[in-house]
């Protein structure tokens, strides 16, 4: 609806918002009970004016159901109308560069202009699983990563790339027949290495400050700092991402976050994973097992992360995108459910966009 439009320009005067989804899953909900939520926060966020949706990947995880971001991107893609759609990211070691290349070309074709591909190099589960994703050893090559991002750029233009034969001739390689445009494309990290590697292709970056935030102020001014430009980027293009809950009150704010901070938890804990827990599933095990280290975790996650009331969190997310010379912050609503929640809706997701954009 375009009064949301409006609504979010108001809100958050020139600052643009998008939001990035691992389809969380919680206790209770099926596969595709969380994807049809999704769905539907997609469509929520076109029309209350976000700039982009984008869908991350990951493998084998009980409480993320973002395991195949282009087919999810398609069918938000089909859910839309105005809105970019994309990945954040593909993790490309787990993938062949030609099909990533195809993928996001049928996509572009499905959705002309309205693509983003976000690459990123991290393998997106646990060493088993990135063993089996890699299992015909075609793509596993991290040392060559560089050159698969190249390969993609090149593949996914409309004129396609040229393999160069060593004992002489060419081959055409084109990722779609007829292509009229191309996907935008987006290197991903946390890390100086993909900082520096997008400075140096001349490519837009975002700092996946949502994962930890550490290295971020370094990381940017690496990336600026060596930003080679070229015909299609002739300056450096950044935004940000932040794990975000706003609720009617703090307190309420407060109980959203905390299903996905225990999560945050047993990551760094390195133990067993489980499904999103409710909000009250997540009080009460605390309270039957008070632990200081996850107490701790929790309180260092929170710090880095946006939580509390609209008016709150609006002025927060300004004054964080203000002092890292970011127009665009890409949220990540990590809001819990309650109990009696209906499953096939993310009542709290929804109520987070909702209230940035009023």
């Known amino acids: 609806?375009?009064?949301?439009s409006r609504a979010l320009q108001r809100g958050m005067s020139s600052l643009a918002l998008s939001v990035l989804d691992l389809v969380p899953v919680r206790t209770g909900q099926t596969s595709a009970q969380?994807?049809?939520?999704?769905?539907?926060?997609?469509?929520?966020?076109?029309?209350?004016?976000?700039?982009?949706?984008?869908?991350?990947?990951?493998?084998?995880?009980?409480?993320?159901?973002?395991?195949?971001?282009?087919v999810l991107i398609a069918a938000a893609a089909s859910r839309t109308r105005r809105i970019r759609v994309g990945s954040g990211g593909v993790m490309l070691p787990n993938h062949a560069?030609?099909?990533?290349?195809?993928?996001?070309?049928?996509?572009?074709?499905?959705?002309?202009?309205?693509?983003?591909?976000?690459?990123?190099?991290?393998p997106g589960s646990d060493p088993v699983i990135t063993q089996l994703l890699r299992a015909s050893g075609t793509a596993g090559d991290v040392e060559r990563f560089p050159d698969h991002v190249q390969d993609i750029a090149l593949m996914?233009?409309?004129?396609?790339?040229?393999?160069?034969?060593?004992?002489?001739?060419?081959?055409?390689v084109r990722s779609t027949p007829a292509a009229t445009g191309a996907p935008e494309l987006w290197l991903l990290g946390s890390s100086d290495y993909s900082a520096q590697l997008a400075a140096t292709l001349g490519l837009p970056y975002v700092f996946a400050n949502h994962f930890s935030g550490q290295g971020l102020d370094r990381a940017l001014d690496l990336y600026r700092s060596s930003f080679r430009p070229t015909e299609a980027h002739p300056e450096p293009r950044t935004f940000l991402t932040a794990n975000v809950v706003a609720a009617?009150?703090?307190?309420?704010?407060?109980?959203?976050?905390?299903?996905?901070?225990?999560?945050?938890?047993?990551?760094?804990?390195?133990?067993?994973?489980?499904?999103?827990?409710?909000?009250?599933?997540?009080?009460?095990?605390?309270?039957?097992?008070?632990?200081?280290?996850?107490?701790?975790?929790?309180?260092?996650?929170?710090?880095?992360?946006?939580?509390g009331d609209a008016a709150g969190v609006r002025s927060s997310?300004?004054?964080?995108?203000?002092?890292?010379?970011?127009?665009?912050i890409m949220i990540s609503p990590v809001?819990?459910?309650?109990?009696?929640?209906?499953?096939?809706?993310s009542p709290g997701r929804v109520q987070t966009l909702e209230l940035l954009a009023a």
């Open 156 to 172: 996914l233009q409309p004129d396609g790339a040229t393999v160069q034969f060593t004992s002489g001739g060419e081959y055409s």
């Open 1 to 4: 609806m375009r009064g949301g």
């Open 34 to 70: 969380a994807v049809g939520a999704s769905l539907d926060l997609a469509s929520r966020a076109d029309d209350l004016g976000y700039r982009r949706y984008w869908f991350a990947e990951h493998h084998n995880m009980p409480a993320v159901a973002s395991t195949a971001p282009p």
């Open 97 to 122: 560069p030609l099909i990533v290349a195809e993928q996001f070309a049928a996509l572009e074709a499905i959705a002309p202009g309205r693509i983003d591909l976000g690459i990123g190099r991290a």
């Open 335 to 345: 809001a819990g459910s309650f109990a009696g929640e209906d499953p096939t809706t």
């Open 248 to 307: 009617p009150t703090v307190e309420e704010a407060d109980d959203r976050a905390l299903p996905q901070l225990r999560m945050m938890a047993r990551l760094r804990l390195n133990r067993p994973l489980t499904a999103l827990e409710t909000v009250e599933e997540a009080h009460a095990a605390l309270a039957a097992a008070p632990d200081p280290q996850e107490e701790q975790i929790h309180a260092a996650a929170k710090a880095n992360w946006f939580v």
């Open 317 to 328: 997310l300004a004054d964080f995108a203000a002092r890292h010379g970011v127009d665009e």
